[in-house]
């Protein structure tokens, strides 16, 4: 039995800040750096560009996180970094840039307590991904295959808030219900690398919450207790025996027809079919499983479906999805 003391856990807990204050205030360059040399003191084979970092783990699960954020000039170290020892948070009139370094951090964390997941680290998340699509292109794909092959889903650590998830264009509720049970509370978000990693590498990805609030500002400040909340739901995710999660994209309208009440769609909705019947023209419900376009004409639809076309090449690019046929239109 291993008996921890109250020095010990203080000690530890002074190493876990001390980790945590440098990957808020090192410069990009630095943290590249410092979690290649940390992965590959844990045992990990290194692939690691300008763009990205990545190391293949035992466990079949991708956890994701990003270096850049919209604060830094990233040649200089955050020096005004402030830590609230009673309300346990930092903050720094900087900024903090804890989105995402802070995910950082939890990547760092979980493979420091023995964990062995596949890991990657991007640049770029906050100016539209591109770290998240250089590693899909690298090797002309193929580092990218491996990946999806050797993988069951992809976890990413940069969503705002305490014990929220967000799924993006995911539609596979048997995921929605494995992530539910950890604790995490389903929400909606726009963008994160997980948009550009999920449908390309054909996997169901959640984005879990760092502990920031109010990113993108001068105001931002990072709560280290749902910080730590986090690690810990995803310390006794990680080694749970599940299968592959499938991604389940649905941005595919795949028919519509003329009814005396109104129009009907068939949306994808995972792998199934589901006709809605929709009487309302103005009315507009998107839901993260679930999507439903209304269209009051034939010309509308057809600008739908261009749209959704134009959707699908930007995140599918090395994959084939077509849009089925559909009538009328």
């Known amino acids: ?37 940390e992965l590959k003191r844990s045992g990990y084979q290194i692939i690691k560009t300008h763009d990205f970092v990545h190391g293949k783990g035992s466990l079949p ?9 919209v604060h830094e000039d990233e040649r200089k170290r955050v020096k005004n970094l402030f830590f609230d020892a009673e309300r346990r948070t930092f903050w720094s009139p900087q900024g903090l840039g804890a989105d995402d370094r802070s995910g950082v951090y939890v990547l760092l964390k979980i493979v420091k307590d023995g964990l062995r997941p596949s890991v990657l680290m991007t640049d770029g998340e906050e100016y539209g991904g591109w770290g998240a699509s ?12 491996e990946v999806s092959k050797n993988n069951n889903y992809i976890i990413g650590l940069d969503r705002r808030g305490d014990m929220e998830s967000v799924f993006y264009d995911c539609a596979n509720r048997d995921f929605f219900r494995f992530i539910k049970k950890f604790g995490f509370k389903k929400r ?22 760092a502990g920031y609030y109010h990113e993108h500002t001068k105001s931002e400040y990072l709560d280290v207790s749902a910080l730590e909340r986090t690690i810990k739901a995803v310390k006794r995710m990680l080694p749970t025996k599940t299968g592959r999660f499938s991604d389940d994209t649905q941005l595919a309208l795949v028919n519509k027809k003329r009814k005396s009440d109104g129009c009907a769609f068939y949306v994808v909705d995972g792998n199934k079919h589901t006709e809605k019947y929709l009487d309302d023209p103005d009315c507009h419900d998107f839901e993260p499983d679930e999507l439903e376009l209304m269209y009051g004409d034939d010309r509308e639809l057809k600008h739908a479906l261009t749209y959704l076309q134009s959707l699908l090449v930007n995140t599918r690019r090395c994959n084939q999805l077509f849009l089925s046929q559909y009538a009328g239109a």
Do not use: W
Not at 16 to 32: G, M, P, Q, R, V
Not at 61 to 69: E, K, Y
Not at 188 to 209: H, K, V
């Open 1 to 37: 039995m291993t008996v921890t003391t109250a020095t010990t856990a203080t000690k530890k807990g002074a190493s876990n800040l001390n980790l945590l204050k440098y990957c808020l205030s090192a410069t990009k360059k630095e943290l590249f750096h410092f979690v290649t040399q």
């Open 61 to 69: 699960v991708l956890i994701n996180a990003h270096a850049d954020t």
């Open 134 to 145: 250089a590693f899909l292109d690298h090797d002309d794909c193929s580092l990218a295959l």
């Open 188 to 209: 909606r978000g726009s963008f994160a690398d997980n948009s550009t990693l999920s449908p390309f590498l054909e996997l169901a990805a959640a984005n879990l919450s």
